[in-house]
């Protein structure tokens, strides 16, 4: 028997991640590229003309806007594509495990603690299952940094840096809250700018860094798995 996990789920994780999140965002920013390029155009096309100063002031000002909107819809674009990446990176590792159900099955219950993460959750069942120490592969720093930088977008709405209020307000200084800036300090990489207007922003430095080590792992783990399974359909066999 050959399991799917091996070869064809590598192949489509790769597949997956070059024309669903690779090819979807270049198709995306080349056409947010080519309609600010035509509004930029008409604005180029209309200050050359005769105008007041105040209509030229507006004109100046919209040429502006459109580039700091192109720039912010790029940014949502990759910050989505990592989003993507790590939930389809989720699936094709539970993915793997279920289809090794074909000489390992899976036990009743949850792997892992009641508070891991969904990640934590499957090191702990690959350990548990297959006797494969992912956690102490070196294989997955980046995952831990992917999840953070992808909870921040999700449901921090892309702020780098968040409003905490305090329960009471604070009569000695006046404050009612403080600026949570530990996200920003922890990933400087993944932010742009400072203070309250701080984002995340994942550059294409960065996805593909994660997208590389993402398809590594997947090819790793493929490769463990088939050994254990050709290790158990020996032992099985009775093949000394």
Same mark, same amino acid.
């Given at each position: 028997?050959?399991?799917?996990?091996? /070869?064809?789920?590598?192949?489509?994780? /790769?597949?997956?991640?070059?024309?669903?999140?690779?090819?979807?965002?270049?198709?995306?920013?080349?056409?947010?590229?080519?309609?600010?390029?035509?509004?930029?155009?008409?604005?180029?096309?209309?200050?050359?003309?005769?105008?007041?100063?105040? !209509?030229?002031?507006?004109?100046?000002?919209?040429?502006? +806007?459109?580039?700091?909107?192109?720039?912010? @819809?790029?940014?949502?674009?990759?910050?989505?594509?990592?989003?993507?990446?790590?939930?389809?990176?989720?699936?094709?590792?539970?993915?793997?495990?279920?289809?090794?159900?074909?000489?390992?099955?899976?036990?009743?219950?949850?792997?892992?603690? %009641?508070?891991?993460?969904e990640f934590e959750r499957l090191w702990a069942e690959?350990?548990?299952?297959?006797?494969?120490?992912?956690?102490?592969?070196?294989?997955?720093?980046?995952?831990?940094?992917? &999840?953070?930088?992808? %909870?921040?977008?999700?449901?921090?709405?892309?702020?780098? %840096?968040?409003? /905490?209020?305090?329960? /009471?307000?604070?009569? %000695?200084?006046?404050?009612?809250? !403080?600026?949570?800036? +530990?996200?920003?300090? @922890?990933?400087?990489? !993944?932010?742009?700018?400072?203070?309250?207007?701080?984002? &995340?922003?994942?550059?294409?430095?960065?996805?593909? @860094?994660?997208?590389k080590a993402s398809i590594e792992l997947v090819g790793?783990?493929?490769?463990?798995?088939?050994?254990?399974?050709?290790?158990?359909?020996?032992?099985?066999?009775?093949?000394?």
């Amino acid at each position: 028997m050959t399991l799917i996990c091996t /070869k064809w789920s590598t192949r489509n994780f /790769k597949w997956d991640v070059h024309i669903l999140i690779e090819g979807t965002l270049e198709a995306s920013i080349r056409y947010l590229d080519t309609e600010a390029r035509t509004e930029l155009g008409k604005i180029e096309e209309a200050i050359k003309k005769p105008l007041d100063d105040e !209509y030229r002031e507006h004109l100046v000002d919209e040429h502006v +806007d459109v580039l700091a909107t192109n720039s912010g @819809q790029e940014r949502f674009l990759r910050n989505m594509a990592l989003v993507a990446l790590a939930s389809r990176l989720a699936h094709a590792l539970r993915a793997m495990a279920r289809s090794a159900e074909l000489f390992s099955k899976r036990r009743e219950g949850r792997y892992g603690t %009641n508070k891991a993460s969904e990640f934590e959750r499957l090191w702990a069942e690959y350990f548990e299952r297959f006797g494969i120490n992912v956690e102490n592969s070196g294989r997955i720093a980046f995952v831990k940094s992917m &999840v953070e930088v992808r %909870n921040q977008i999700v449901h921090a709405g892309g702020e780098a %840096n968040t409003w /905490k209020p305090l329960d /009471k307000i604070d009569w %000695n200084t006046g404050d009612e809250g !403080y600026l949570k800036t +530990d996200f920003s300090k @922890q990933y400087p990489e !993944y932010v742009s700018g400072t203070g309250t207007s701080a984002e &995340v922003s994942v550059s294409e430095e960065l996805l593909d @860094q994660n997208i590389k080590a993402s398809i590594e792992l997947v090819g790793w783990l493929a490769g463990e798995l088939r050994s254990k399974e050709l290790a158990s359909t020996k032992n099985n066999s009775g093949i000394p």
